[in-house]
């Protein structure tokens, strides 16, 4: 028999948002309702006739609550194979009536964590006996409906309404699945906090981790691929995922992969003056920081105005309507700031087809985490690199750099962070002049930044490029003088590097025979 009327139901819930109005559905239908503690106590109060679990089982709630469901008569009640002559003669014998429905959600684990709670009433909300009923129940969904989620309550009540008081074996298949995804991200939720906070491992021996869908993506990087976005499961860091899109189509893969992209840069300039930033394919084509954002992004813009062109644009500000009529000028796929007013949108609604996002206060770049990437196999996991330049850089030249150069030497290395290995940025007056990515060879990359720069002046009408007098950041050390001297030859003053070459010498050697100052960092920025 694929329908199975409801009988008797057993209902425990921490979150007692719709309980009683399932209560009373229930109740019309003849149910009869089982409950504990608070739960029982809300559907009395709801005028509900209700049975104490205690009364059910013979044993009263002990322990401060920690043993009250876990008990024969309340899982052999949920387990029992209803054809099965063995269990039913079982359940004659000892006195066990079927339990039919289990409505259980948790303890507020995650909750309790984020509110900062002491170790103590962080353990104390571990579930035991909640997690125990979902698990029996639904593993005898074939005579068993378990419900964890409040959103699922009316489906539940539809369900009723439609097989007279009873549920059909496709919801509760369903259901049941649903179940085993809540449990396995409560216990995961468990295993991290344990692993994470309580135990300070970087690498646990077992990674737990748990999302959620989102939403079904259009498609993945190719339209022969599927994809889809998911969510952290419980409290997370505001990012692009989270922002409100107020307009245009739903965003593809891509759109969220570049706009991440957009959205780290420029959070690295959150406690800037006004910035902008713009990518394509994932890397950031011009930057800039101005006193105005329209000044921002105009000078951006000039960076590389050509690839800009179907690129993301992401802000530090909210956007004014100079800056919003401005980005509308050129095609643009998708713009992220913290904010925007009336005015704004309706700029940008004349664009249909422009995706706006806000994204409320910027992500701390500095903030800890971990960076997954799926091998064929396996997962890579690193921690997030958060590592920004503290203290003073180490000048290795004769020359030293004026404090100009050094502003644009720390502009240059925040951006060539977030440019993909090998790479070379060129940054004078707070904006990019040339940004050089993704090639095999860091003088290739020294090479192609420069040529951008020049045919960006030739294209804005600049006397000469602007990486005359320029900064140039390379992600990691020049392992020969060749990439310097290419900057060298493209006008740059001043050099920012980790070292760490064996050929240091050699470079420095030829920085001083160049003229230029040089500063080390210590630490590189590989982005592949």
Known sequence: MTTIPIRRALLSVSDKSGITELGAALARHGVELVSTGGTAKALRDAGLEVRDISDLTGFPE???????????????????VRDNEAHVASMDEHGIGAIDLVVVNLYPFEATVAKGAARDEIIENID????????????????????????????????????????????????????????????????????????????????????????????????HQSAALYLPK???????????????????????????????????????????????????????????????????????????????????????????????????????????????REIFAKKKNLRLL???????????????????????????????????????????PTPQELADCRFAWTVAKHVKSNAIVYAKGGSTAGIGAGQMSRVESARIAAWKAKDAAEKAGWAEPRTIGSAVASDAFFPFADGLMTAVEAGASVVIQPGGSIRDDEVIAAADEAGLAMVFTGMRHFRH
């Not at 002990?62 to 008990?71: C, S």
């Not at 009540?157 to 009873?166: K, L, Q, S």
């Not at 995804?181 to 748990?210: M, N």
């Not at 971990?370 to 003073?392: H, P, T």
């Open 128 to 223: 035991i006996g909640g997690p125990s009923m979902v698990r029996s129940a639904a593993k005898n969904h074939a005579s068993v409906a378990i419900v964890t989620d409040p959103a699922d309550y009316d489906a539940l009540i539809a369900e009723m309404e439609t097989n007279d008081g009873g549920t059909g074996l496709d919801t509760r298949k369903r259901f049941a699945a649903k179940a085993y995804a809540a449990t396995a991200a409560y216990d995961s939720a468990i295993a991290q906090w344990f692993a994470f906070a309580d135990q300070g491992e970087r690498f646990p021996k077992t990674l737990p981790l748990a999302f959620t869908l989102g939403d079904e993506l259009r498609y993945g990087e190719n339209p």
């Open 358 to 400: 806000l994204t409320g206060e910027l992500a701390d770049p500095a903030r800890p985490g971990l960076a997954l990437r799926s091998i064929a196999g396996g997962m890579l996991v690193q921690s997030r690199d958060a590592a920004l330049i503290d203290g003073d850089l180490k000048v290795v030249t004769r020359r030293q």
């Open 234 to 344: 419980g409290p997370s860091t505001r990012g692009i995922a989270q922002a409100e899109q107020l307009q245009g189509k739903a965003l593809s893969y891509n759109n969220y992969n570049d706009a991440d992209a957009a959205l780290e840069l420029v959070a690295e300039f959150r406690d800037a003056p006004p910035t902008v930033v713009i990518v394509k394919h994932a890397n950031p084509c011009g930057v800039a920081t101005a006193d105005t954002l329209i000044d921002a992004y105009r000078a951006a813009l000039a960076c590389d105005s050509v690839s800009a062109f179907g690129g993301i644009v992401a802000t530090n500000r909210p956007l004014d309507a100079e800056t919003a009529a401005a980005i509308t000028e050129i095609f643009t796929e998708v713009v992220a700031a913290p904010d925007a007013d009336d005015e704004v």
């Open 62 to 80: 002990m322990m401060d609550g920690r043993v009250k469901t876990l008990h024969p008569v309340v899982h052999g009640g949920l387990l029992a």
